[in-house]
């Protein structure tokens, strides 16, 4: 549940309607780092994904002993 709103709570990366079109893949190289919340939400979300990743490998290993 917290990934989900780690998730969302991200701001939009594009705007333009061009942008869905190209799929975003111009920003996908640029060198723009992240800063400030923008920067604090993706850790977040890292940190939450690697968890959520963990305990399912956990679940199963326990669930299969």
Known sequence: MLIIIAVMMQ???TDDAA???SGGASELF???K???F???MQK???VL???FFVLSLALV???SH
Do not use: W
């Open 34 to 36: 992240p800063r400030g």
């Open 11 to 13: 701001p939009a990366k």
């Open 61 to 63: 290993y326990i669930s």
């Open 38 to 40: 923008e920067a604090f």
């Open 30 to 32: 640029s060198k723009q």
């Open 49 to 51: 994904g690697l968890v």
């Open 44 to 46: 977040v979300t890292t």
């Open 19 to 21: 942008s869905s079109f």
